[in-house]
């Protein structure tokens, strides 16, 4: 999220490069104190529990903590708000932001006075737009994709957890987990795969670089603020 809004910022405010580094600091602290704040109820949630039968094995869980059954879909509900609807909406928005200011730029006949630094010929804008777009489509993407399984099945299991007890196997609930957090693996190698910088240090198998592209409306500001990071 907070990755998104770096993007969102440094194209709708491109020569806002000196409050870059406070403001993506600002965000990072705002980032670490929302999650810490809401990590702290799984400390009082969240409990060892030793099953006998038919294996011998502690796991860490929720069962008992909650008084009534409508207090666990709650908290659940809560959980899937903060964790997937909010981030996925703030990343939509970012990118539909940053695709709509492209767009309008590519419109205009002439770029205004904030844009100066940022020109590049006419053939260069449209490469600029692609790879904008792609990029904004395989974040979004993989983060659909890898946690709205997941989601769905919570979503069946804290309305009807009878029905997916006896119809879905255990082992596939953990494997969509794991699907899940793969996401967070996928980011760092998108951002770097879409970066111009990051693609000209990479070799191809022949050995000869990439084909060096100039810098655009829709990454060239990228590297300024993504910098301070």
């Given at each position: 999220?907070?990755?998104?809004?770096?993007r969102?910022?440094a194209?709708l405010?491109?020569?806002?490069?000196?409050?870059?580094?406070?403001?993506?600091?600002?965000m990072?602290r705002?980032?670490?104190?929302?999650?810490?704040?809401?990590?702290?109820?799984?400390?009082?949630l969240f409990h060892t529990?030793?099953l006998?039968a038919?294996?011998?094995f502690?796991q860490?869980?929720?069962?008992?903590?909650?008084?009534?059954p409508?207090?666990?879909?709650?908290?659940n509900?809560l959980?899937?708000?903060?964790?997937f609807?909010?981030?996925?909406?703030?990343?939509?928005c970012?990118?539909?932001r940053?695709l709509?200011?492209?767009s309008?730029?590519?419109?205009?006949?002439?770029f205004s006075s904030?844009?100066?630094p940022?020109?590049?010929s006419?053939s260069?804008?449209?490469r600029?737009r692609?790879?904008?777009?792609?990029?904004s489509?395989v974040?979004v993407?993989?983060?659909i994709?890898c946690?709205t399984p997941?989601?769905?099945?919570?979503?069946w299991?804290?309305?009807c957890?009878?029905?997916?007890?006896?119809k879905?196997?255990?082992?596939?609930?953990h494997?969509l987990?794991?699907?899940g957090l793969f996401?967070?693996?996928?980011?760092p190698?998108?951002?770097g795969l879409?970066?111009?910088?990051f693609?000209?240090c990479?070799v191809c198998?022949?050995?000869?670089s990439?084909?060096?592209?100039?810098?655009?409306p829709a990454?060239?500001?990228?590297?300024c603020?993504?910098?301070?990071l």
């Open positions: 999220v907070v990755i998104s809004l770096d969102q910022a194209v405010r491109p020569l806002a490069i000196a409050r870059a580094r406070r403001r993506n600091r600002a990072l705002a980032a670490w104190m929302l999650s810490a704040v809401l990590a702290v109820p799984q400390l009082f529990v030793t006998r038919p294996h011998n502690t860490c869980t929720t069962r008992g903590s909650f008084p009534q409508w207090h666990e879909t709650l908290y509900m959980s899937f708000t903060c964790l609807l909010l981030p996925l909406l703030i990343m939509v970012c990118y539909a940053i709509l200011e492209i309008r730029r590519m419109g205009s006949s002439l904030r844009d100066v940022l020109r590049c006419g260069n804008i449209p600029a692609l790879r904008t777009l792609k990029m489509l974040i993407s993989s983060f994709l946690w997941y989601y769905l099945l919570g979503l299991y804290w309305f957890p009878r029905a997916v007890q006896q879905v196997p255990p082992s596939l609930s494997i987990f794991i699907f996401n967070a693996c996928l980011d190698i998108t951002y879409f970066t111009i910088p693609r000209r990479c198998p022949c050995g000869h990439p084909e060096p592209e100039p810098p655009s990454t060239g500001s990228f590297h603020s993504a910098s301070s």
